[in-house]
């Protein structure tokens, strides 16, 4: 069974950053778009940030745009979220996505094939 795993979760204060770290072993990663949602308790799950096979592509929501960026370091099968300026809104669990389609990136639940078990954010003073 393919696993995501992530990694980097926490409680921060408003204004911190934080990065989060995606690891697989088990899929061919380098030709596979990546990326990441997350869950608010009570909410849907939403399209947070996502990047091609090749790293060249990458799509944010527009709650994220100019804080967090997402990167892919292939050769070590590792996808990351840098989250900048975090707020308590983005308090959520953060789940790592692998794509169903190797050019597509990600940015609906439909068009994941793989999940994480998600890491915890939580943005509070």
């Known amino acids: 069974q393919v696993q995501l795993v992530e990694s980097g979760g926490g409680l921060v204060q408003p204004g911190a950053s934080l990065r989060l770290s995606c690891s697989t072993s088990e899929i061919t990663f380098n030709d596979t778009a990546m990326g990441w949602f997350r869950q608010a308790p009570g909410q849907e799950r939403e399209f947070v940030a996502g990047?091609?096979?090749?790293?060249?592509?990458?799509f944010y929501a527009d709650s994220v745009k100019g804080r967090f960026s997402i990167s892919r370091d292939n050769p070590k099968n590792l996808v990351y979220l840098q989250m900048d300026s975090l707020k308590p809104e983005d308090t959520a669990v953060y789940y790592c996505?692998?794509?169903?389609?190797?050019?597509?990136?990600?940015?609906?639940?439909?068009?994941?094939?793989?999940w994480g078990q998600g890491t915890q954010v939580t943005v509070s003073s």
């Open positions: 990047i091609s096979w090749h790293g060249g592509l990458t």
């Open positions: 996505a692998a794509s169903t389609n190797r050019d597509v990136v990600p940015q609906i639940p439909g068009a994941v094939r793989y």
